[in-house]
């Protein structure tokens, strides 16, 4: 499978959408905690044609760090959708359903971090993928169509990459 440089910025754009639509509650329960905003700006920089750098990978890391650091797990998820939002620019041009994590991964905590938020209510993790669904472009969704789609799991975070998968691919 090929990747062009303009599906990667797409696919960074729409991670980084769905990232910081969660980043307040993060920032909520760790407010000296930069990682994840610094994870989201750079994904967004790269998605409007910075090249990749080394910084763009340790931001990733860096808010992947923040969210095994923080107690809560609403602003863990938020910290995860924004350490996904600077990966997904080194999605590897691999064909396998691991690779769909790496594309949805931001838009799948964005709905577990506002469902657990909402005190787990399931209704507002659907609502949410709707919503990521309805925001992914044509070229996101090109992609996920290429690759073998998610299969079963035993986590809340499979069941709902496999329902969000499931509706890009209709």
Known sequence: MRLGEDELRAITLYAALCAR???PIFEAAS???LRPREAIAEAEAFAAGKRRTRALRATAWAAYAAGREVKAAAAANAAW???HAAAAAYLHPIVTPHQIKHIL???VHQALALEIEAGDD???AGQQLR???SLAPPSVRDVVARLPAVGQGRSRFTELLRSLDGQLRA
């Open 105 to 107: 991964g931001a838009a």
């Open 81 to 83: 959708a924004a350490s």
């Open 131 to 133: 919503w990521a669904a």
């Open 122 to 124: 399931a209704d507002i």
């Open 31 to 33: 407010p000296d905690d």
């Open 21 to 23: 639509r969660v980043l």
